[in-house]
């Protein structure tokens, strides 16, 4: 015989944990107010984060001619700004060199180059001369840009570069000069096309060339050098070339600034 009163009890206790279900316009109102909760989240640490970014975003140094004084401590403070952030994530500069380094004293050996490519590959492919240039233990003459493949204008390095600035940059590593000397325009030169990603060793090897020659004109300088299992100095004077020495020139770092002052 069935008890009516206990099933009644265990069916009262089983609705109490029932699961609640909802209508379909509580839902939708549910799953708005989630989604308007959240789009308040993002703008509102969005908000914090730009000034954040305002209060210690550092202020770009002039390299204009009339603060040539200035230049090299208004670099310093700016790379202290940067790395020291706390949006840094733990990276730091890798421009110093080693303890151990010594720049190059070849003044007697010319490396005349023509930079080809696209304005981001020729930047590259000037870091890796002024690298190769060191390396062979020569002066490098202020390239010559790509005037034809790409760009069909007339531009030449110190209209897009601060040529003097690329030039003081460095002088703790080699000789820079913004022309061959008048006695060795018309000597013969060694023309030639390095192997792209060239090894240090390869590099050496071609300091032959100096025994029967004076000058060497290379005619791409776009991957020369290779990326990997270079000696850490060689990477390092890379990065003072790209990213210290090759610096724009006073009317463009001017027009970057103007327009960021306009839209920002």
């Known amino acids: 015989m069935v008890n009516r009163s206990t099933n009644s009890n265990i069916l009262s206790s089983a609705s109490r944990f029932r699961v609640r279900k909802f209508s379909p316009s509580a839902i939708t109102l549910y799953t708005l107010f989630i989604f308007a909760f959240s789009i308040f989240l993002f703008f509102f640490y969005l908000r914090n ?4 970014q305002d209060q210690d975003s550092p202020t770009l140094p002039s390299f204009s001619l009339q603060s040539r004084s200035h230049q090299v401590p208004e670099l310093h403070v700016y790379d202290k700004q940067l790395w020291d952030s706390p949006f840094s994530h733990g990276l730091r500069s890798c421009v110093k060199p080693t303890s151990k380094y010594k720049g190059a004293q070849g003044f007697d050996r010319y490396l005349t180059v023509r930079s080809n490519g696209g304005l981001n590959q020729m930047r590259t492919g000037i870091s890796d001369m002024v690298a190769v240039a060191y390396i062979m233990n020569a002066t490098l003459v202020i390239p010559q840009l790509d005037k034809r493949s790409f760009w069909q204008d007339t531009s030449v390095f110190s209209d897009i570069f601060d040529e003097l600035h690329f030039i003081e940059s ?4 080699i000789r820079v000069v913004k022309e ?5 325009e ?3 030169r060694a023309r030639k096309h390095f192997t792209s990603w060239s090894s240090v060793g390869y590099y050496r090897e071609m300091t032959s060339l100096w025994n029967e020659y004076q000058v060497i004109h290379v005619a791409k300088s776009d991957s020369r050098l290779a990326n990997n299992d270079l000696p850490l100095d060689i990477q390092r004077l890379r990065c003072r070339a790209m990213y210290r020495a090759l610096q724009f020139s006073p009317p463009i770092e001017n027009l970057g600034k103007d327009y960021h002052i306009l839209h920002f």
Do not use: Q, S
């Open 170 to 173: 460095l002088r703790g590593d």
């Open 49 to 52: 984060l730009i000034l954040v």
């Open 180 to 184: 061959l000397p008048k006695n060795l």
């Open 186 to 188: 018309a000597v013969p």
